[in-house]
């Protein structure tokens, strides 16, 4: 079973950055997608970004132009930078992989291993 070390998140204030690691203990998997996803409190999981295997990206609205989603060559981590972060932007980040090859990747079900999670709190 692969587990997923998430780093990087805490406490910033309007404007500021922070970048997301999420490395993976298994490198052998099948990696078809990887992604990043949040909840805020009271509201559902959400997609923010997510890079396929082969590098295409997609990115939630409201996060275009301001975060960057990237892996290693390994596809065994996975970083999210974020810049100009607004109060909406606080939640639980939780990264997640796709081993399927099959299916989309842009939603919750779509993937099969998920980090425990780290708080984002973006502060005015």
């Known amino acids: 079973q692969v587990q997923f070390m998430e780093s990087g998140g805490g ?3 309007t404007g500021g950055s922070l970048r997301l690691s999420c490395a993976a ?3 052998t998997f099948r990696v078809t997608a990887l ?3 949040r909840q805020a409190q009271g509201k559902q ?3 923010v970004a997510a890079i396929t295997g082969g590098g295409v990206t997609k990115y939630a609205d409201s996060v275009k132009g301001r975060f960057t989603i990237s892996m290693n060559s390994a596809k065994n981590t ?3 930078q974020m810049n100009s972060l607004k109060s ?3 939640a639980v ?3 997640a992989r796709k081993t399927r090859t099959y299916g989309g990747y842009s939603r919750e079900g779509d993937y099969d291993y998920w980090g425990q999670g780290t708080q984002i709190t ?3």
């Open 45 to 47: 999981r959400e997609l």
């Open 25 to 27: 203990s298994d490198s």
């Open 78 to 80: 996975v970083y999210l």
């Open 11 to 13: 406490l910033v204030q």
């Open 122 to 124: 973006v502060s005015s």
């Open 35 to 37: 992604g990043w996803f």
């Open 93 to 95: 980040y939780f990264c």
């Open 88 to 90: 909406d932007d606080t």
